[in-house]
């Protein structure tokens, strides 16, 4: 059976959040439904560093990360909006 190929085109996208080592840190987005373990950044070094790339479509995007269960804007990314719930988003234009 063939499959449909995507021809969404995407960017690489590198995401970086500081936490406590050993914390939880995801991110979630629109441009992922805001499936909120869907995407997990790993500290390879134990210091706290959080990293992880995606390939996100182009367009406009918002997004937050959760860090150990707990929502957290972006604190790199100056660009943001209120949402629908009345809190933060960061925004992420991916051209």
Same mark, same amino acid.
């Given at each position: ?25 995801? %991110?979630? *987005? ?11 950044? @790993?500290?390879?070094? $134990?210091?706290? &560093? ?16 959760? %860090?150990? *269960? ?11 909006? @209120?949402?629908?719930? $009345?809190?933060? &988003? ?6």
């Amino acid at each position: 059976m063939a499959r449909k190929k995507n021809n969404v085109r995407r960017r690489r996208v590198e995401f970086e959040y500081e936490a406590d080592p050993g914390s939880e840190v995801y %991110v979630a *987005g629109s441009f992922n439904d805001w499936k909120e373990d869907a995407k997990k950044l @790993k500290d390879q070094d $134990g210091n706290g &560093n959080f990293k992880a790339a995606a390939m996100i479509p182009l367009g406009t995007h918002e997004y937050k990360f959760k %860090v150990s *269960g707990k929502w957290c804007i972006d604190p790199n990314n100056p660009n943001i909006s @209120k949402n629908c719930h $009345g809190t933060l &988003n960061n925004v992420l234009i991916v051209e």
